[in-house]
Every structure is written in C-alpha cells, then in structure tokens.
C-alpha cells in the first residue's frame, strides 16, 4: 500500500489525482496503525514547519514514521514543506526539530539580488547534481513548480540530489538519502515532468518490491 499522510496542513487531492494519472492506487490516512501497515509513505505538505510537525505529533505519527523509515527501510517521499520536515531541524519562526530522517536545517531563502522574491512562487529550472532514483542518468534538467520560503541545507552534500539557482545560489530541492527522498518543488503540480518523476519513483519502489 502506497500511503498518503493527511497531516491536516494540506490539500491531498492533486497528489491522490497525480498517482491516479500514472496508474497507481493510494490510500490517505493519517492513523499510525495505517503507516505501519503501509509499504511506502509520501508526506506531503504546506505552510509552516511549526504547524506541520505539530500536526505530525498530534495524531501520534512522528515515532512510527520513523520506525518504519529508519527500523525497517521503508521508502518515503516528502513534498515541499514535507521534504522539509524530513530534516533535522528548522529555523522558521523560531527552532523547531523534525523528523530528522535527513541530517541539515531548513532555512529562509536569502537572496541577493532583488528581482529574487521570498516565497519563490513559479516554475525554476531544476538540475540535478547527481544520478538518482527521482534523477537517474540521461534526465535532462526540467521545469517544476515551487512555492516555498525556506529550503533544506544538507549536511552531507551527497544527501542533495536536484538544485536550483536562486540569486546565484544553488539551492537544494531535492534530496535522497537510502530509502528517504524529498522534492521541495511540487510534482503533482508540474504536468508532465512531475508526472514522469512519480513514476520513476513507484517504478523504483515496484522494483523494490514495496509496491
């Protein structure tokens, strides 16, 4: 089962309708007894880190997550402020820890040049900086849509799959780390290029044999 978590911090139908497009049936739920049934997670996500964790916490879902993605190698998928999430921490309105699934911090997009506005609302280029699950070989660097304020900065480097150039900085929006992956930009919100990169993923996880 391919599991979509319902933290209350957003609008799940055009991730449900995304995985539909490609084939692929998902459940939505936000009952740990439900992770821990679930052979994959995504965790999407909108708003504040503060809110969204505190949604997490509230229906008991922070430890199982975490059991079943670092005790028994379950893959998840976080999407904008859920890739977030998946980091350590966050500086956004005040400290806050995470689910810790990818060592880093999330941080507030700082640009130098004025015509770089904060949130970054719209289609940027995104180029991966190595082979990948959601970025393998021969994948040119596409278009995808984001709407974030903040972004992840990994400690290992390594853990970063996908950049975009933000004010002259390369900014990371995408992540891969084992069985845990992270696109900071939306998917289900990029027509093709995010369709074609949800099915890389389930392609991944079939051949995985989690799906």
């Known amino acids: 089962m391919l599991l979509v978590i319902d933290n209350k911090t957003s609008n799940l139908n055009s991730v449900r309708n995304a995985f539909q497009r490609i084939g692929v049936s998902v459940e939505q739920s936000s009952d740990p007894a439900d992770?821990?049934?679930?052979s994959a997670l995504v965790l999407p996500g909108v708003g504040a880190y503060e809110k969204g964790m505190a949604g997490l916490r509230g229906e008991g879902l922070i430890d199982p997550i975490?059991?079943?993605?670092?005790?028994?190698?379950?893959?998840?998928?976080?999407?904008c402020l859920g890739m977030?999430?998946?980091?350590?921490?966050?500086?956004?309105?005040?400290?806050?820890?995470?689910?810790?699934l990818i060592p880093g911090r999330v941080k507030r997009l700082a640009p130098n040049d004025p015509a770089f506005r904060v949130p970054n609302i719209g289609w940027c280029d995104v180029m991966p900086t190595r082979e990948s699950v959601l970025f393998p070989a021969g994948v040119e660097a596409r278009s995808y849509y984001h709407v974030h304020?903040?972004?992840?900065?990994?400690?290992?480097?390594?853990?970063?799959?996908?950049?975009?150039d933000f004010s002259g900085k390369a900014v990371t929006v995408a992540v891969e780390r084992g069985n845990v992956f992270?696109?900071?930009?939306?998917?289900?919100k990029?027509?093709?290029?995010?369709?074609?990169?949800?099915?890389?993923?389930?392609?991944h996880l079939k051949a995985q044999g989690h799906l």
């Open 190 to 203: 990029s027509q093709d290029a995010g369709l074609d990169m949800f099915e890389r993923f389930v392609n």
């Open 66 to 79: 975490r059991r079943r993605v670092l005790e028994a190698g379950m893959p998840i998928l976080g999407i």
């Open 35 to 38: 992770v821990a049934r679930a």
């Open 182 to 188: 992270g696109t900071q930009f939306h998917p289900e």
């Open 149 to 164: 304020s903040y972004f992840m900065a990994c400690d290992n480097p390594e853990d970063s799959s996908a950049v975009m």
């Open 84 to 100: 977030q999430m998946l980091a350590s921490s966050s500086e956004e309105h005040g400290d806050h820890s995470g689910l810790d």
